[in-house]
């Protein structure tokens, strides 16, 4: 188990610069300090976020607001090679050589203002990549006080294994909400229970709020009624049912408006009941348990 100290609820910053809301440097501030203000330090990155540029845009704000870097807690990733922008990469590939994870984590480390990652994550399982490969890069930035842990994003229980082999993971950061259930029945949760490792979950929001279709309807007349028992907003309904599973999980949220964040860590006071976890888990699966 890692000794990192993570905030309870993580927040992501895909959608603060290019891919979102376009702050500029006073705006991610403004986020910042909501975050910090409610006890949420831990800010989740990867160097693709907004075309390579959303890091660094963070980077500036934060090394502008003179905190103290040992309150805070940074998670980036790297694997994923995009293409058009400054990459001019010919096509859209994974890329897990030793030297490359190396590179990415300097950059990262340069853009973040910062000479450590608290978690340094590989992005996307490729099929090509060599676990001792990984192990020795992972390695290296640990014994050179670059990362302080290492885990991975959206692996599966058996690619998990494959890099298990060579190198401990301590987390995985993978897909989960009402609407993406896939880790709760393929043995995902159970597999990192079982390994010490802690998961992380993108998306917790799912597409509750994006899309409108039979699934989501059931889920939101189910989360009103748990609203009004809860005296609790609807994401944060949706946030405390992940925070009730026992395999710890930590949700990257990802809203950057700071009228949303102030409410969400409400989220970890509601230890919802048993059967309103079973309600809402029928209302996305479409049908009750077996
Ligand atoms: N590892 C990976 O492969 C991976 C992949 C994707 C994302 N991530 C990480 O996960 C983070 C979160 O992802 P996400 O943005 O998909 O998370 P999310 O928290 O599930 O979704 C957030 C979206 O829902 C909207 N929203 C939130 N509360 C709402 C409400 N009450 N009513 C209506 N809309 C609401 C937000 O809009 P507003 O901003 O307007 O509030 C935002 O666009 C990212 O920032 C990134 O750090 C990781």
Request: hydrophobic share 40%; glycine share 6%; with cysteine.
């Amino acid at each position: 188990m890692s000794s990192i100290k993570f905030s309870p609820l993580i927040a992501g910053t895909m959608k603060w610069g290019e891919w979102g809301k376009k702050y500029n440097t006073e705006e991610m501030q403004t986020v910042i300090n909501c975050c910090l203000e409610n006890n949420i330090s831990s800010f989740d990155h990867a160097d693709i976020y907004g075309d390579y540029s959303t890091e660094a845009a963070f980077g500036k704000a934060f090394d502008e607001m003179k905190l103290d870097r040992q309150k805070v807690q940074f998670i980036s990733k790297c694997g994923i090679q995009l293409l058009g922008g400054l990459r001019k990469n010919i096509i859209k590939h994974y890329d897990y050589s030793a030297a490359y994870i190396i590179n990415s984590v300097d950059q990262s480390l340069k853009n973040l203002h910062t000479d450590y990652l608290d978690l340094f994550l590989l992005h996307r399982p490729s099929p090509l990549m060599r676990s001792d490969e990984i192990a020795e890069a992972i390695n290296k930035l640990k014994h050179d006080g670059k990362i302080l842990s290492f885990g991975l994003s959206n692996f599966s229980s058996s690619q998990t294994a494959l890099i298990s082999q060579k190198i401990t993971v301590e987390y995985n950061q993978i897909e989960f909400s009402i609407t993406h259930l896939d880790a709760l029945q393929n043995g995902s949760f159970d597999y990192m229970q079982i390994n010490n490792i802690t998961p992380m979950c993108w998306s917790p929001l799912g597409i509750v709020f994006t899309k409108k279709n039979e699934q989501t309807a059931a889920i939101i007349k189910m989360v009103s009624k748990l609203s009004e028992k809860y005296n609790a907003a609807a994401d944060v309904i949706l946030l405390a049912w992940i925070l009730r599973h026992p395999a710890n999980i930590l949700p990257v949220f990802g809203t950057a408006d700071t009228a949303r964040i102030n409410s969400l860590m409400k989220a970890t006071t509601i230890q919802m009941d048993l059967i309103d976890w079973f309600a809402l888990w029928e209302a996305g699966m479409g049908e009750e348990v077996a």
